[in-house]
């Protein structure tokens, strides 16, 4: 358990996207209690990753890990000391799995675009 006399972390996998993004910039500006966020992705150094940290720059709160959803042992180094996760779970569609790279590449080409 963490002590209460540090900030606790948040790990946030996803960091990059819209919807991890989000809750790391939800995270950061919560000040009572004032959480650290470890935005977990697959490459901090994306563009995305750094537009992130220029966004924030005026908070030190935040850095990243890299992480693979589809290597475990990347995740337990990623997810070492942390408090809490915050993890968006695609469905995969019917039958609900999602087993490969390549399937999720599947589901994310067959959604609806919208403009």
Request: charged share 15%; glycine share 10%.
């Amino acid at each position: 358990m963490a002590s209460t006399s540090q900030p606790l972390t948040i790990a946030v996998l996803g960091a990059t996207g819209n919807q991890g993004r989000g809750v790391i910039l939800a995270l950061l500006a919560k000040t009572s209690p004032a959480f650290h966020v470890r935005g977990i992705t697959r490459d901090p150094n994306s563009p995305a990753a750094r537009r992130l940290l220029q966004e924030v720059s005026h908070n030190d709160r935040l850095n990243f890990a890299t992480a693979n959803v589809y290597d475990p042992s990347s995740l337990s180094r990623a997810f070492t000391g942390v408090h809490g996760v915050f993890v968006m779970i695609e469905d995969g569609g019917p039958g609900g799995k999602i087993e490969s790279e390549n399937h999720m590449k599947h589901v994310l080409e067959s959604r609806p675009q919208h403009p």
